[in-house]
């Protein structure tokens, strides 16, 4: 197969694509013609050098960066299918592209509509549940009206704090219904950039300010003494079929994170390799793992995911009860992601991993081509 990976981006996950995307291209198989798209900040595509890919298999310190060398500089076609992706006047080849382009402009349905739109395979959500679970808020509206347990917050939006009156009844109500500590996050950034706990009214608005630099719109959460568990869940929700197995719902897991930080935030993701112990599976009782399981696959299921997500989970220390957080369609792929380890301790090896991802694209287009578009 001819695949096209792609890093980078224009989010605050930029650093944390390339390296998701070098674990990806190190563990990839090599029946496999990989071609590898690298996305700056300001949003232009670049081909690399097929040497990238070799010097990453041969040497594990090597790392992925973006040249921008506008001889390099990638063009994608509409309607072009396997022929959509062309440098410098030459074709790209194309079978199904893995973009791990975490963050906004990649994970929130406006790269999986650049890929709609050229006509070609690629792995993970669809565009509009990607736009759907980008956004926190929206997320559990879906899982909430579906009957899922989630976390009680209140979002505020960029409007509220504009009008001084009403923000100083939001943030009364934040303060009066959900009470301190308040956990307090941006409701489309992701690797918990501007995400803060707050214990008191000025930590609270010192949180806020940090939130709202990221988003327009913020959620305001009660913080919960938590265990934080995590589920990795392939397949497809709409058009799974027994008949192609890699495209039948599965979960992982659970695992749990033990943070050695105040949170799970973005430095104990990535940066400290001691940052959080994993423990996977989670330390519960056998019915508890499975009940995570297939409320993982019901929230999968309810935002119409595909091809991979990570749902994210707390356990309330004190009441033992289960909420679920939030869900990442595309989730870290580091060495110490939690994601790629949990389906590996189940029994799906990385490489394995990357192969049922890009088969299940392949089915997903190959599903939605049969539906009729005209008359």
């Not at 980078?8 to 590898?36: D, M, T, W, Y």
């Not at 410098?88 to 906004?104: E, L, M, R, W």
């Not at 402009?105 to 549940?129: H, K, R, W």
Request: proline content about 5%; some cysteine.
């Amino acid at each position: 197969m001819n695949v096209i990976l792609m890093c980078g981006g224009r989010s605050g996950e930029h650093e944390v694509s390339l390296v998701s995307c070098a674990s990806i291209a190190r563990n990839i198989s090599s029946k496999h013609n990989v071609s590898l798209i690298t996305v700056a900040k300001n949003g232009k595509f670049y081909l690399a050098d097929s040497s990238v890919i070799e010097n990453l298999k041969k040497n594990p310190d090597a790392k992925i960066e973006v040249n921008a060398d506008e001889s390099k500089r990638v063009t994608v076609l509409p309607g072009a299918g396997k022929e959509a992706f062309t440098c410098a006047g030459k074709i790209i080849p194309c079978d199904a592209v893995f973009s791990i382009i975490h963050g906004t402009y990649g994970e929130d349905g406006t790269m999986q509509g650049l890929f709609e739109i050229a006509g070609v395979p690629y792995v993970g959500c669809n565009t509009l549940s990607s736009a759907c679970t980008m956004d926190k808020d929206t997320t559990k509206i879906m899982w909430a009206s579906a009957g899922l347990p989630v976390v009680p917050g209140i979002c505020i939006t960029r409007a509220e704090v504009n009008d001084s009156k009403k923000y100083d009844e939001i943030v009364k109500q934040c303060i009066d219904t959900l009470g301190f500590p308040l956990f307090v996050k941006p409701c489309s950034a992701g690797s918990s950039d501007g995400a803060n706990k707050a214990n008191n009214p000025k930590e609270f608005s010192f949180a806020l300010m940090e939130a709202f630099s990221w988003d327009n719109k913020v959620l305001v959460e009660k913080a919960i003494n938590a265990r934080e568990v995590e589920c990795s869940v392939t397949g497809n929700s709409i058009t799974s079929s027994s008949s192609i197995p890699c495209t039948m719902l599965k979960a992982y897991g659970p695992g749990e994170i033990v943070p050695k930080h105040t949170f799970y935030d973005y430095d104990a993701k990535y940066n400290d390799p001691d940052g959080a112990e994993l423990k996977i599976p989670a330390l519960l009782p056998e019915e508890k793992l499975e009940y995570i399981r297939e409320t993982a696959k019901k929230a999968y299921k309810v935002v119409n995911a595909g091809g991979l997500s990570r749902v994210d989970f707390f356990i309330d220390r004190d009441t033992d009860e289960i909420y679920l957080n939030e869900i990442n369609t595309l989730p870290g792929f580091t060495s110490i992601s939690m994601f790629p380890k949990m389906c590996d301790a189940f029994g799906l090896k990385y490489a394995d991993l990357i192969d049922l991802l890009l088969d299940e694209a392949v089915a997903e287009f190959d599903a939605k081509n049969q539906l009729c578009t005209s008359r």
